[in-house]
T-cell receptor
Framework: DQQVKQNSPSLSVQEGRISILNCDYT??????FLWYKKYPAEGPTFLIS?????DKNEDGRFTVFLNKSAKHLSLHIVPSQPGDSAVYFC????????????FGKGTKLSVIP | EAGVAQSPRYKIIEKRQSVAFWCNPI?????LYWYQQILGQGPKLLIQ????????DSQLPKDRFSAERLKGVDSTLKIQPAKLEDSAVYLC????????????FGPGTRLLVL
């Protein structure tokens, strides 16, 4: 039973355009969300996070939006660059005292020059 | 600041053999995690240490997997005996400690069981 779902295995975007990566979750106890980026043969790298008390967090070209009622979050990358090509993982912490981070399956983003 | 170190980077073994992976976390990080990432999946937590104590090992297949962090710094993860389905990337991560901390990952060890 997947608690964090990334339903798009892959996404292709033209350089300079917006990339939107989506993530849905089922566990209502999740209250802190993170996005990680992973290049081949490397470990995941932290990108941006958002707490459930917010609906938006911005860091440079990266913005994460959280819709708690829909149990949905999205990562926007504007403008997209070829170096953004990687696999993006959505992950969530439960607020029920657990330190366990639950990951989605990832979305492979390809930014075409 | 040095990142999370892991070795070896790659390992090929035959089923029923044993294998061990090593991880050195970022200096000062109290919490250490071992994840298994099967191809096409997200990382799945196997075990989590806070200093040298186990916080969560609920998803560790304890009949064949073991892990230790004796001095509260580096850690080893062992598989004995290995099965074909253990083929995966084993990721180590560390964090300062506490709920909601950002986890920093090492490059991983890619294991192939033949």
């Amino acid at each position: 039973d997947q608690q964090v779902k990334q339903n798009s295995p892959s996404l292709s975007v033209q350089e300079g355009r917006i990339s939107i990566l989506n993530c849905d979750y089922t566990n209502s106890m999740f209250d802190y969300f993170l996005w990680y980026k992973k290049y081949p043969a490397e470990g995941p790298t932290f990108l941006i996070s958002i707490s459930s008390i917010k609906d938006k967090n911005e860091d440079g070209r990266f913005t994460v939006f959280l819709n708690k009622s829909a149990k949905h979050l999205s990562l926007h990358i504007v403008p997209s660059q070829p170096g953004d090509s990687a696999v993006y993982f959505c992950a969530a912490y439960s607020g029920a005292g657990s330190y366990q981070l639950t990951f989605g399956k990832g979305t492979k983003l390809s930014v075409i020059p | 600041e040095a990142g999370v170190a892991q070795s070896p980077r790659y390992k090929i073994i035959e089923k029923r053999q044993s294998v061990a992976f090593w991880c050195n976390p970022i200096s000062g990080h109290a919490t250490l995690y071992w994840y298994q990432q099967i191809l096409g999946q997200g990382p799945k937590l196997l075990i989590q240490f806070q200093n040298n104590g186990v916080v969560d090992d609920s998803q560790l297949p304890k009949d064949r997997f073991s892990a230790e962090r004796l001095k509260g710094v580096d850690s080893t993860l062992k598989i004995q005996p290995a099965k074909l389905e253990d083929s995966a990337v084993y990721l180590c991560a560390s964090s300062l400690g506490g709920f909601g901390e950002t986890q920093y990952f090492g490059p991983g060890t890619r294991l192939l069981v033949l």
